[in-house]
């Protein structure tokens, strides 16, 4: 029943970024509520495993930050926009969501569901392009990931979220090939169902960061990416890696070939974003905007040592400014492109000096895992998904309950007692050496807590 639920909960997630165009598409209401909903039955299940299992999702400075999340929606001054609400909903979903995970044994699982389901949004995202603009959507001026709505209207995603979310599935999926191609056992490989993962998982994914063209994706795809090809292939087969090397190099002269001959090249796009200095120093007026959010942050006593309360971070950086909206007189809100940035308005001192030792604590202790078990794969995964949040407001989205209850579960180290504990004992249908009755000791089986992410799984 838990791996089905998460399943569910992890199918929804990828297919976040194409569910208001499904539901524009066939007339459907409210598609973002029931890609949620789809989330509940491994929350649900999930909440019986927060308490009893030993996760990471259990630790200190992990609840301690929820719970700073829960306490900003008492002092919000603008509750009524819903952000908040949804911002805590993601936060509060992921927490049970991966002691699921740890419970259930099922990391590489949720990891494959993510990266089958991103896939198939992906190529529905193709599909309504294709439908729309033709083959001009491979065009050099074209951005895959606006998907506007039926009537042209409305923008219905956004590249640098769609982008992002691709950058973490294409890394996931490469960390799967190069599993299926370790030098493990069989056995070990089967154990997860990754005994066979094609690249070409990795490669379309991949493909698709590339046209959204979006910088701040490509750099976390880019920070993935590299560190897996230099170091996480040490742990090849030899014939394995003079594969991966010849298949890549033949690709990158089909590519040439066709970008020579046709002119089509689907990073043309993405190339262009980057031919501006100025725009790459200031990452599109980011770094402007982050200075505005520390000017709003010391505006205000409350909003120095508190914040100004979950969800409502962007309006009070758009009254600092005296954004209004189209008819002069409503105040506009102000997205802080960067999730950092946005817990630091959001909950002040206090929440930035909690937030700073969480994810120095997260670091730490996915180097020292890695170390034990010879790979690179959770601090691959944790810098992807750094590199994404700097992008924009991840908690925002869907992609933030996938990427952090992986990321927390594949924190999660054994028990140090192993998988079995005494309890109180029951009576016994042997006898002892001495001829007497004695009581046998029942083991009751906690769940079986692996690291999920290591080569050893």
């Not at 046209?211 to 014939?239: D, E, I």
């Not at 594969?243 to 040439?256: I, K, Q, R, S």
């Not at 046709?262 to 031919?275: E, H, K």
């Amino acid at each position: 029943m838990g791996k089905l639920a998460l399943t569910l909960a992890f199918f929804a997630a990828g297919l976040n970024f194409v569910a208001l165009k499904l539901g524009d598409a066939f007339g459907g209401k409210a598609p973002l509520l029931y890609a949620v909903a789809m989330g509940v039955p491994a929350v649900t299940l999930g909440a019986a495993s927060w308490w009893s299992v030993a996760s990471f999702a259990r630790s200190r400075l992990i609840v301690a930050c929820a719970l700073i999340a829960v306490a900003g929606m008492f002092y919000a001054t603008e509750p009524e926009n819903h952000r908040g609400f949804v911002g805590l909903s993601y936060i509060l979903m992921t927490l049970p969501i991966a002691a699921l995970i740890v419970e259930n044994r099922c990391w590489w699982l949720c990891a494959k569901v993510y990266v089958y389901a991103n896939a198939l949004a992906l190529s529905l995202a193709l599909y309504f392009e294709y439908w729309v603009h033709g083959i001009t959507m491979l065009g050099d001026l074209h951005r895959l990931g606006f998907l506007r709505s039926s009537d042209g209207a409305y923008r219905l995603a956004n590249p640098n979220v769609v982008g992002g979310q691709l950058a973490f599935a294409s890394v996931l999926a490469f960390i799967m090939y190069l599993k299926a191609g370790s030098s493990q056992s069989e056995a070990r490989k089967a154990a997860v169902g990754l005994q066979k993962f094609s690249l070409a998982w990795t490669l379309f994914l991949s493909l698709g960061c590339i046209l959204t063209a979006s910088r701040g994706a490509f750099v976390a795809w880019l920070g993935g990416m590299g560190p897996l090809l230099f170091w996480g292939t040490r742990s090849q087969k030899s014939y394995k890696v003079r594969d991966l090397v010849g298949f890549g190099t033949v690709l990158a002269l089909l590519m040439l070939f066709a970008s020579i001959a046709v002119g089509f090249t689907p990073w043309g796009s993405l190339q262009g974003r980057f031919d501006s200095q100025k725009e790459i120093v200031t990452g599109s007026g980011r770094t402007l905007i982050w200075k505005y959010a520390f000017d709003t942050w010391r505006t205000n006593p409350q909003y120095w040592l508190v914040g100004t309360g979950t969800g409502t971070a962007p309006e009070a950086l758009g009254r600092h400014l005296g954004l209004t909206q189209g008819d002069g007189y409503t105040p506009a809100a102000l997205d802080a492109h960067n999730a950092f940035v946005e817990w630091g308005l959001s909950f002040g001192l206090f929440g930035a000096a909690t937030g700073i030792c969480m994810l120095v604590t997260v670091c730490r202790r996915a180097r020292h895992m890695d170390r034990r078990d010879g790979t690179i794969n959770r601090q691959v995964i944790l810098l992807c998904f750094c590199l994404t949040s700097m992008n924009y407001v991840t908690f925002y989205q869907q992609f933030f309950v996938a990427a952090g209850a992986l990321i927390l579960s594949s924190l999660s180290a054994p028990s140090p007692i192993g998988q079995a504990r005494l309890s109180r004992p029951e009576p016994a249908d042997s006898l002892s050496a001495t001829g007497q009755h004695r009581r046998r000791p029942r083991l009751i089986r906690h769940a079986p807590l692996s690291d999920p992410v290591s080569q050893e799984s």
